[in-house]
């Protein structure tokens, strides 16, 4: 793997080039490759948490952990989103390596993320399991997934 390192930030802790970076990264490949018609800037950006992994060109990979206070499912404040990993650095594992960092975090906090359905294994290897039905957004299958609290160790 070429160098690279993960980042975990606040909002107000990124700076300009890291912003746009990481917008780079999701609109190239949510709104480019994806041709997803959603709005990507949903204002949520601002309270989330941002954890990435940089390289020489850029960010690499990427996705937010939102907090919500009144839970969509079950005692899931915690939420996983906009997980994206550049064209050029799939198949690496760096995804699953941001997901081991916000369970490291977390992981005693019951979580939930929305899976575009082909990634949902992905998911699983972390103890997300699918509930509902599939359904679309943006154009493409999702499915949601829970992760309920592990015990402190």
Same mark, same amino acid.
């Given at each position: 793997?070429?160098?690279?390192?993960?980042?975990? +930030?606040?909002? #107000?802790?990124?700076?300009? /080039?890291?912003?746009? /970076?990481?917008? +780079?990264?999701?609109? @190239?490949?949510?709104?480019?490759?994806? +041709?997803?018609?959603?709005?990507?800037?949903?204002?949520? @950006?601002?309270?989330?948490?941002?954890?990435?992994?940089?390289?020489?060109? #850029?960010?690499?990979?990427? %996705?937010?952990?939102?907090?919500? @206070?009144?839970?969509?499912?079950?005692?899931?404040?915690?939420?996983? !989103?906009?997980?994206?990993?550049?064209? @050029?650095?799939? !198949?690496? #594992? %760096?995804?699953?390596? %941001?997901?081991?960092?916000?369970? /490291?975090?977390?992981?005693?906090?019951?979580?939930? %993320?929305? *899976?575009?359905?082909?990634?949902?294994?992905?998911?699983? +290897?972390? !103890?997300?399991?699918?509930? #509902?039905?599939?359904?679309?957004? *943006? !154009?493409?299958?999702?499915?949601?997934?829970?992760?309920?609290?592990?015990?402190?160790?």
């Amino acid at each position: 793997m070429p160098d690279c390192s993960l980042v975990h +930030k606040q909002w #107000g802790e990124l700076t300009t /080039s890291e912003l746009y /970076s990481i917008m +780079k990264l999701r609109t @190239d490949v949510f709104l480019v490759e994806q +041709k997803v018609d959603e709005e990507e800037l949903d204002n949520r @950006d601002q309270v989330a948490e941002h954890f990435y992994i940089a390289d020489a060109i #850029g960010t690499a990979a990427y %996705l937010r952990v939102l907090f919500d @206070d009144s839970p969509e499912h079950l005692d899931a404040h915690r939420v996983v !989103g906009r997980v994206v990993v550049r064209q @050029d650095r799939r !198949g690496e #594992g %760096l995804a699953q390596i %941001l997901l081991n960092r916000v369970l /490291s975090l977390y992981g005693h906090e019951a979580m939930m %993320l929305h *899976a575009q359905e082909y990634v949902a294994p992905l998911y699983a +290897k972390a !103890g997300f399991s699918a509930f #509902g039905e599939p359904y679309d957004e *943006a !154009g493409i299958a999702h499915i949601s997934m829970y992760r309920p609290a592990a015990a402190p160790r």
